[in-house]
Every structure is written in structure tokens, then in C-alpha cells.
């Protein structure tokens, strides 16, 4: 493809990378699994370039996939290979517009980097509470439009629940405001939560305004032994009641992934004297000066408050063993532990993974089921955010064929009501499991909003909705 | 109209009343402003009997006007006066499908009327949060589909937060169910969120899974005198943050409200010595046994940690004066003060409501420039929910033009990016507005949402959309 084949209204509006060198790093996933081709990969300033762009692409018949820190899973972040594709990067829109530190949000360009937007809150006293792995690369926009999850969701939600308001260029190159960051407003279908999680199917988002939270001034972390996953539950319940909901970690550590760290990292104990069946690892966050404030015995009043709740857990039999860490160092341990689970399961092989969901109720079930129906031979691994129903399977076939072994993984999720994608979203990778997995009548709601939407079908087509 | 004009399938599908004594309930609003005419009031028992009635209104070209407890306050409950149309009250259909404690989630009908629901999970320690005056006939569908607030917003979200997700049947007659209660999923559009708020314009919700919370153990309430607004959200700040984001009630009581309801009932008193020209009543719940357990003076330890934030914020001199209930009568005194206020209102004549909501930024602005805009001679009166912007505003016209008097409103809220409707939603009372005053892309996309997931226009026409 030349660069003459590249249409004017599309060049005049906005700055095009064209040489393939140049376009390599766009075109293809950080997965390594999607690779796509694109006339152009154009890099917008503002939301009228972003709006002159789709026009263009509209009357052209071009294709638009748009990108921020081009992280996903799910390959919905690069181009397809089929028909002509301009990459829509947001990577130079990265402005904050507006920070508000007594309403606490600010309004930031969808292509502000997640740890960036992190660190520019910090000097306030506040933060943008998601957060994940790919932080660094992440940008707000591609968070919002993969509804992205992370390691704090228990708390403070999916990107979707930190969003108040959006900017964003609909496929007919409108430019639409959700609401400015209101805290309420019933003036109309919420497009906001239409376009959260669309994947850039249904337009663009440009600009959002967040929620900011309070920087936790003090935290409380223990490893905990409890008899199964009912009892665990119960002593969720029980400390956020304690601590008015202030659990930011509830992570499900079952004695093999312990195990498997200890293994692989020999310097990395585990807390407690033996190694816990069913072991959780749990921190509360405490954003009050009076928790943080030392106790009596010269420990944060935080713990007190936590330890208290514990021994009553542990009367009531809910909890068999706990450490609960008593200095940072202590604490580091305890999370280096968890930290470092995927790390290890990659030294011993290659795994395929799953990230599903269930409702709590199912986890217990699903666990046992699981063995019945993997074939003999296949190892499983298990980890997972207990509190959201979010587990982290890694399976290792043998002989079996892999795409089988799926096939029973996503009939057991889905007979127990839980989701084959809680966290990473559809995108390409998923696109065929959801047209044979979902039910009928969403599938054809999903596909009329999108024909109402984007009738031309230029806004990332293939992704999500085949 | 007869009953002979009845089509066969709707008479199969449900139960209907169709003598006009009997009928005449749902036809008309509480607020007795909107009225309609209907075929029938149809009562279905189930969700496969909503599905069959669909079916037979969409094969028939008869419109539908879902109906929960009709407590609606802007005219969506009720049928249009046009063509025909049957009510489909969802009254039948109030069971429990499923309460998971564990999980803190109960599945219910859309006929569950919210106090009732409310009571029956008391016995459990669990409460669902959302509250508002109409709770003794509001019912859980009508709360979604308008995404009711109420007075506990600011803690626990609109009835939007509190859904995890929903069954529904759509215009075409399919049966959806968003997905079982799932904390995460991320598998396609966010139906739920299109659904909810959709006022009944997009199919009809039939029962959902809601998110229910521990019931708190203590109160702390107190009313405060604070310089002025910027003040009062640098007070909400730190209450939040000290208490881990407790606080369920933040109002705004100008000394105008204070005033108006002494006066209409001498035996409530300000809890302070001088009536504050920026009041404040704010109340903390907490759900820990630490914080009900009695302190060194024998008041609850949660006093004990507000008085210690209210003492701070005295020394910053972002209170100027406050008192702290120290009793169950006190507590109630103080929250008598706020109740009374609509009352105190109405005794004065007839005035005009605003529901209205802006950046909490803008609140300050708005009040500053809503003097300069009313003609002289209106009187005006304001109270709020100051932590989500939400402001009731009444006016009472003299000579002046009602309609002249509401646009001047609403072009000062449009300019500070304020809601025209931040609660009571759209309905039939406000599709005008919403058409006049909704940006031309938000607009086309709605309308087009709507042609799309309903072509034949059956799910309550006129609501809303014009």
C-alpha cells in the first residue's frame, strides 16, 4: 500500500505514521498473537482531530481500530488483516483537562498512561484507585473501553464503576459528553456504561472524567488459614464489616500454590507454621489518621481493629491459623508470596489460562467439578480474587487436545452461571467462544445496537462481535 | 373499547382487567398529572408470561407501558392517550428467587415492592440500601428502569450501582438474563446499565440480582455550621475519610430551610445557638461492633472518632460550630429538621420543583447566579444532597411566566454542565425538554438504540422520546 493510496481529508486530519518500520509497533499485539495491517496509523491531538479522522474513514469506507497502550489480551487493540484499516492511536492525547481535588475526579485524555495519571495525583493526596500489572503502558482510554479489572476491584471497582463521565466520537463522527462527572443524571439511556467495555466498537472515548480516591494513610495485611472457601467468605464479610469496607486484597491461596512458590523461590516462607489447604491472603486499607495513629502497644490502631476481628474469626472457627504482619517487612513477605505465583507457574511450562468468573456461591463447586472433568493427566492450577468471584486457572494438557479441553473448562463455567471472560474482554481472541457462547437474544441485541451505531461497520469490526 | 376487541393471544398469555374500575388505578399517576387509556391491565405471574404477552402486543401493534408501583414522578408509568396500549403490571410477580448471605445478594421479581423486600432481609443483617420516600409502593423493576436515589446515594449509589444484573424481556419477545450476579464480567455490551434507566423504553426488566449490604450497628449524626460550600466539601472530605467512606447523609440546610420549618413547627429547634447561614446534617453509619461499643465516656467509640475529625476541621476553621447527637432524641431532633422541610414548603402555596444536579464545583456558582436570573419578586428555596450536587430548588412564581421562569433555570444548569433531571428521570413530563435540550449526538444515538432494540415502537412510546 502506498502512501498516495492514503485519502486527503484522511491525511489533512492528523498526523500519519505510513513507513512500515514506523507502523510495526501498532500493528501488532503485545501477546505476539495478533498481528494486523493498516494504510496508516494516525496519532490525533485533540477530539476535533479525532472527529475529522472518523469522518474521513466514514466517507472512505476505511476501517478504525482505536489504540491506547496497546496491552490487551485479547488482541482488540490492532487491526484486523482484511480490508483497509487506519490504527487510531491516542497516544498524544494524554492531557489532564481539569483536576477538582475537593470533588475528587478529574477529567484526563484517553491516552494518559494509568501509572502516569497515578503519579500526577499523588502531590494531592489522591489517587486513581485501578491498577494492574500493565500499568505503565495502560492508557485511560483502552481501561475504559475494556472495562478494565485489576488487583483492586473489590474496593473500588472495575474501571467502569471510577468513571463518571466520558467524551467520546461516535461513528457518525459526532462528539457526544456523558455528563460532565456528575454524581447523578437520568437524562436519558447511559451511553457511558454503552461505551465502557465496547472494546471501540461503538466510537471512541477521548476524554473521561474519574473518581479519585483518598491515599490509604495505613494498611493491615494476614495470612490466613481457614477451613474452605464458606468460611472464607464469612470472614470477608466479617472484616469489611469491621472495617466499613476497606478490603483491598482478598486473594485465594490454596496449599499448591503456596507450594509451587516456595519451590521456585526458596528464600520466599510461608507465614504461618503449615502450609494452608485453603489459604487467604488479606489487606485492609485504612485512609483515616486515627487508624493510622500507633495504639497502645505501639502498633497502628488499624491492626488492633483487625486483629480483634480476627480472634473473634478464630473462636467462631472460621479461621484455623493467622499472621497477621506486624512490620513492612513482614508484610512484603506476605505479598511477595502471592506476587510471585505467575512467575513460578512459568517456569514450569507452558499453561493455558483462563480468567472466569462465578458467582460466589459456585467457587466451592466449580473447584470440584473441575477434577471430574479435566482428562487424567492434566495439571490444574488455581488462584484467585475470592471477594469478586474471579478465579486464575492454568491447565497443562498432556495428549488432550487443548481446544477440547476448553470446550469443557467454558461448559462447566457456564452450566455454574459464571463468565469465560471476567476481566480481559473479548476482543478477537474471544470473539468466535462468544457468538457460540452467548445466549441468542443478547447476541442479537449486541448486534442491532452495533448496526444502529455504526450502520458503515468501520469502528473496529472483528473485535468482540463477529 | 371492549372486551371483544381484546386479541386472543394477550387474553392467553396473562390474566386482564379490563372493566374501567378496575383499570382506572393504573391509568393515571399519583401525581395526578398524567393519564391514560389501555386495552387492558394485563397481570402476569412469570417471566414466560411477560414473554407471551411481548410477543402477542408486537404481532398486534399494541403498545406496552411496563408498570411497577406507579409512583413514578414524571408520567412513564402511565399509558399515552394515542393508539393501544395495555399496562403490564409487574405486582404479580414480588418472590425472592434466591438470597445468597454469603454472597450478600438476593434475586427478586420486579413486582417486589422495596420496604417489603427491605423487611425481609433484616432478619439476616442485611438491608437493600436504596431508600426514598415511595418505598412502601415502589417496586424493584420501577426503581431500575428509572434508576431511583433517594437518600442514601452518597453511600451505597443509585439503584444503577446496587444491580448486578438483570433478567428482562426484550421488544422482540427474548428473554435475557445480564448475568446471574457476576462481579465481573466481561463479555459484551453492558446491557444491564442500557436497561437500566431505560424507563421501560427498551424491554421490560423482570427480576434482578441486587447487591445487599450488612445493616449498620451505629449512628453518628450531628449538624454543622460551616463557612460556606467549599468549606462543607472539604468537611465531607475528611468525615469520608476518617470513617472509610461511611457517611450516608450529607444535606445542605441554608438558614432559609432552618427558618421555614421552625416556623411551621415551633416545637423543632436548631440544634445550635444560631441558626447557620450554611447548615449542614450529616450522619455516619457504621457496620463495625467496635465502633457500637461504648467508649471511656460511655458514648459510642464511632462518636468518639467524629468528635475527634469535627474538633480537627474546628481548628481549621472549616466548622464554625457543631453539635454532636448524643442520643437517640437528639439524633432524631436533628434528622426532623430535614424531614420537615417539604412540608414546611408545601404549607407556604404552591411552588414550582427542580430536580437538578451540578458539578459539585458549581453548586456555589449556581446558587450565586440563580438570584441574578430570577425576575424579582419569585421567591426561591433550596436544600440538597450537597455530596452528589443533587439540589432541590423551588420556586414560586409571581407574575412572572412559569415555562419563562424554567427555561432561565435550565439554562443556568446547562451553562455550570448541570442535569435537568438528576433523579426523577424523563417519563412523559420532561421528553420535551429532553428533546429541546440534549446535545443533537446524544440524541441521534438514543433514537437510534431505540429503533434499533425496538422497531416496531411498542415499549412505552412517548416516554422519554418523543
Known amino acids: ?47 476535533g482531530e479525532v472527529q475529522a479522522l472518523v469522518k474521513a474513514c466514514l466517507s472512505e469506507g476505511i476501517r478504525i481500530v482505536p489504540q491506547g497502550g496497546n496491552t490487551s489480551l485479547a488482541g482488540g487493540s490492532v ?55 500493565a500499568k505503565g503502558s495502560a492508557m485511560i482510554g483502552g481501561c475504559l473501553s475494556t472495562n478494565a479489572g485489576g488487583s483492586n476491584v473489590l474496593r473500588y471497582g472495575n474501571a467502569r464503576e471510577l468513571c463518571l463521565s466520558l467524551e467520546a466520537v461516535l461513528p457518525d463522527g459526532s462528539v457526544i459528553d456523558t455528563g460532565a462527572g456528575l454524581r447523578k443524571d437520568n437524562t436519558g439511556y447511559d451511553l457511558r456504561h454503552l461505551l465502557i467495555g465496547a472494546e471501540g466498537t461503538l466510537g471512541i472515548i477521548t476524554a473521561a472524567t474519574l473518581r479519585l480516591h483518598a491515599i490509604p494513610k495505613v494498611r493491615a495485611t494476614a495470612f490466613l ?38 519451590r521456585h523461590f526458596p528464600d520466599l ?25 500507633a495504639g497502645e ?31 513492612d517487612a513482614q508484610r512484603e513477605a506476605m505479598i511477595s508470596l502471592r506476587e510471585h505465583v505467575l512467575e513460578s507457574l512459568m517456569a514450569e511450562g507452558r499453561w493455558q489460562q483462563y480468567d472466569i468468573s462465578l458467582p460466589l456461591a459456585q467457587v466451592a463447586a466449580f473447584l470440584d467439578h473441575l477434577q471430574q472433568v479435566l482428562p487424567s493427566g492434566v495439571r490444574s492450577h488455581v488462584i484467585g480474587h475470592l471477594g469478586d468471584g474471579n478465579l486464575h486457572l492454568s491447565l497443562m ?10 470446550e469443557r473448562v467454558y461448559d462447566l463455567v457456564l452450566r455454574l452461571a459464571g463468565s469465560f471472560s471476567a476481566e480481559h474482554g473479548i476482543g478477537r481472541s474471544k470473539a468466535a467462544l462468544l457468538a457460540a457462547r452467548k445466549d441468542p437474544g443478547t447476541l442479537a441485541a449486541m448486534r442491532a445496537v452495533k448496526a444502529a451505531l455504526d450502520p458503515e461497520g468501520i469502528m473496529n469490526p472483528g473485535a468482540m462481535l463477529t
Chains 1, 2 share one sequence.
Open 225 to 262: 488459614s481457614v477451613p474452605d472457601l464458606a468460611a472464607a467468605l464469612a470472614v470477608l464479610n466479617a472484616v469489611q464489616d469491621e472495617t466499613a469496607g476497606a478490603v483491598e486484597m482478598f486473594e485465594y491461596m490454596p496449599a499448591h500454590a503456596t507450594e509451587l512458590v516456595m
Open 269 to 293: 516462607r510461608c507465614p504461618l507454621d503449615a502450609i494452608p489447604d485453603c489459604g487467604i491472603l488479606v489487606e485492609v486499607a485504612s485512609t483515616s489518621s486515627q487508624d493510622a495513629a
Open 1 to 47: 500500500m502506498q502512501i498516495t493510496d492514503i485519502p486527503r481529508a484522511l491525511a489533512q486530519a492528523a498526523q500519519l505514521l505510513t513507513e512500515p518500520a514506523d507502523m510495526a509497533p501498532y500493528l501488532r499485539d503485545w501477546t505476539g498473537q495478533h498481528q494486523g495491517t493498516a494504510l496508516a496509523v494516525a496519532l490525533p491531538r485533540s477530539t
Open 297 to 327: 502497644d505501639g502498633a497502628p490502631r488499624l491492626n488492633v481493629r483487625v486483629e480483634a476481628v480476627l480472634e473473634r474469626l478464630f473462636e467462631q472457627e472460621l479461621i484455623l491459623d493467622a499472621a497477621l504482619a506486624q512490620s
Open 397 to 406: 494438557p498432556g495428549a488432550e487436545d487443548a481446544i477440547v479441553l476448553s
Open 79 to 133: 487491526p484486523g488483516q482484511d480490508g483497509p484499516w487506519i490504527v487510531l492511536s491516542l497516544v498524544r492525547m494524554n492531557a489532564v483537562r481539569r483536576l477538582d481535588t475537593a470533588a475528587r475526579t478529574v477529567t484526563v485524555e484517553a491516552g494518559a498512561v494509568l501509572q502516569a495519571l497515578q503519579e500526577q495525583m499523588y502531590p494531592h493526596g489522591l489517587t486513581f484507585a485501578l491498577t494492574f500489572g
